[in-house]
């Protein structure tokens, strides 16, 4: 079983940058696939980006790709979320999550353990 922890959200201008980070417990993060989602309020929880055990491959929504920036780090348990080149639509709640498995996975569905969340507002 893994506890996850996010912190790091706050109020940014749009075009501004921030970085999130999720703080795992336990010993075995290293075989936890990590994602991070986002909920709006009123909309569904969207995938934003993912990373594999290794941190060999990662996977990110059209939405972000080219601004946002998932990595990790094994020996210190955490997941980070570097978003930069904010934009009002990126407003929402970040969630991290954990699968333990091999493979990513874009369905939230998939995910087996979930932090409280971060709060991301971006203003004009």
């Known amino acids: 079983q893994v506890q996850l922890v996010e912190s790091g959200g706050g109020l940014v201008q749009a075009g501004g940058s921030l970085r999130i980070s999720c703080a795992a417990s336990?010993?075995?993060?290293?075989?936890?696939?990590m994602g991070w989602f986002r909920q709006a309020p009123g909309k569904e929880r969207e995938f934003v980006a993912a990373s594999t055990r290794s941190a060999g491959s990662t996977s990110y929504a059209e939405s972000v790709k080219g601004r946002f920036t998932i990595s990790r780090d094994n020996a210190k348990n955490t997941v980070h979320l570097q978003m930069n080149n904010l934009k009002l639509e990126d407003t929402a709640v970040y969630y991290c999550?954990?699968?333990?498995?091999?493979?990513?996975?874009?369905?939230?569905?998939?995910?087996?353990?979930w932090g409280q969340g971060t709060q991301v507002t971006v203003s004009s």
């Open positions: 336990g010993r075995t993060f290293s075989t936890y696939a």
């Open positions: 999550a954990a699968v333990r498995s091999v493979n990513i996975f874009r369905d939230p569905g998939r995910y087996d353990y």
